[in-house]
């Protein structure tokens, strides 16, 4: 048995030093957000006044379904505060970095072939899994042990020891089972794509099944292992019960991946392939049917994905969108105009916060396609289309235009699934939001987007390496504008990326101006790639 | 036009920083020829049939295929070129058979009987995910295409690195094939028995300078031929000029040595002095002159 397990220590260290930029980079942002936003949190959310006023938002059943349930005392305090906002979301991009580290040290590794070389030495047949088992433990070990310390250092206002370690650990715990669960689903698919889309497709089922349980019920949340860091519930009655639940789950993740790994074939899935095709379809002719024919299953899968996330945010207009939940006496006292205004205004605020968040998510397809054609040219797939008739310019649009076409026909379908379904589910269509808001919250953010694949196409064009940073200006971005009404943030720092330079919709009007600019940047952009990509040359394995 | 080179290469560089991976390469392919480029590892052989195939621009002299420049109308010039890479790479969610299919229309040409043909003669399945096929079976399906695809210029990076000894007979047959149709071949090697039997001429390169072009009967001349010989006399060969590496035989008056080429006729009729009772010389191959170039020019 423990030969099962030779050499796994060394792999440790070899995977921890292949993926040492991605790790400090990953543990700095991490580390800067929650420390960072800790220690200034006292500034914003001080005083009784400034905390009776986001109290209230707070149990709102919008940002309860953004968020997560949580209690707190009939006076919170700064930390109680503090955790309600900020668990949830660190929880998810933590769980993104787990599974990205994950399946490239189990499924990538293998389909490059470097498993194949790593296990003809004498490695043990588990040692390549465990060694990425433990990496993410290491990992996530080192962010606990950061936050814990950073939160106790931060003097924020009603933290205790306890609590800042619970939510340390409770987060990294919580994580490492999205990180298993990603070590299991690259021992079923077969290739590190499908991997990855399993483990986003029951991510994503978790983080619905939170979001539902949270706004109808939230003792069923329980149901769901990403809502189990709200149930820790770090500064008010700490339960270290989910933390205890994560770990073992994480054990029964990590046991079931092993016992699935020692049955299978390396370089093989336990899901078996077909065979395919003897001969192309017609259809297929070209390259940009050929980025269709390959990368189809991931394009749906994000269309799909993203608009069942908007159909189920749209399930709750309802409840959002009811201010005598929150205020019994309201069309007593104001009479049922006002009441339905007042829902409309809040139906179309809860809105504005998701377009952002919709734009953000939709941006992702589109720049990975673009960023596909670096990748496909760096694994020498490109070498023999280029030894056809085929311009660089017709390859470098068939991407750019394709992942142009999914970013769109994703934001497109998450803004009518959230707007339609919301409006639909309403007991007073009346207070549902109009044609017009709907182009407007279309309108309003579509231009982002595109400067952020616009970005990616001028970046492949010239400084491939760079291309993180794209993803870092994303994920900053969609930060300063989603939490910077909660955290307060400078009107600059909102105006920082694409997504916060026009105004929100459809709370407000779109400024037709900027859309016209930021179109015309985008273009730019685009074109500049190009011009980069013609004369540059190409990078073979 | 019939004799104009269909490849034309002058003076090519390409630095990459401060590395200069091709100094200095010249030489033509013509059309109705089989040419051999060889080198060993590293010396530029897959950087100069990148920089012929656009994919990476030269930093001086210039390359045309066709009379036309290789970077700029890469396009036109590929409409009819065929290539195979050393390394073969696949999209590994196609099948082989939908990836040959896919090359050939790029190339407007169609799924022939042909490519059933060859299909059967290389012993490929073309209904496998590429992501399950063997080095072998990747030069396959790139060989396939290539072979089905009526082109008048074909290069070929180490097309049978991971052949097996069947399929690289087919591969030689099929080049063979090309060769009477009159097409240009490149074909980039170091299994040297291989361009020995097929090329006609043969470049050489070493650190990215062709240090040797011509065919192998030309370059045979530049070295020493190896003769055993049995005399009925003695004779002291060291005393000779052009002579090295005198060795004695099992028999009185038995010799090996290599002659300058220079050399053979003066050496000869020394020889014919002392009564030949047997004698043996053996060609130089292209390996002993691979060994050559390497061995003895290195320092």
Redesign the interface.
Known sequence: MTTHFSRTGRLTGLALRRDRFKILIWILVLAGLMVGVAYKFTDIFGTQHEIAAIKDTLKSPAMVALLGAFKFTNNPSTAQIFSTEMVVFMAIAQIIMNIMLGIHATRGEEDQGITELVRSRAVGQLAPLSAAALELVIVNAIIAVIYGAGLGLSGMHGITTAGNWAVGIGLATVSLVFGLLGLVAAQLADHSASATGLTYGLFGLAYIVRMITDVQDPDYTWWSPLGWVEKISPYYHLNWLPIVLSLVTAIILFVLAASINLRRDLNAGALATRPGRRTASSFLRGPASLLWRREHNVIIGWIIGIAVLGMTYGSIYNTVGDMLKTNPTMQQVFGANVLHEANHAMLVNFTSTLVVLMAAVAAIPGIQLVYKLYSDETNGWLESLYARPLSRTRLFFSYVITGLLSSLVTFVGAISSLIFVGNATLDHPKDGLTMFEFWQSVWGQLPAILVFIGIAATIIGWWPRIRSLNWLYLGLGFITIYMGGMLKLPKWAQHLSPLGWMNKVPTHDVEWTNFSWMLALSVALILLGWWGYRRRDLHMS | MTNEPVLQINHLQKKFGHFEALKNITFDVHAGEVFGFIGPNGAGKSTTI?VL?????ATDGNATIFGQDVWSN??????R???V?G?????????G???????L???DTQ?SSRTDELIKQFGLD????A??YSKGNRQKV?LI?AFSQDADFY?FDEPTSGLDPLNERQFQMAVLNLKQQGKAVLLSSHILSEVERMCDRIAIIREGTIIETGSLAEMRHLTRTVINVTLKTPLDLTQLAGVHNVEAGQHPNEWQFSVEAKSLPAVMAALTEHHIMALQSTPPTLEDLFMHYYTTEKE
């Open positions: 990148r195939l656009g994919l990476i621009r890469s396009v036109a010039i590929h409409r070129l065929a290539y890479p390394d073969v790479y696949l999209w590994p969610n196609l099948t058979g939908e990836i040959i299919d896919l090359l229309k790029m190339n799924h073309p209904t496998k995910k992501r399950t790139a295409a290069i």
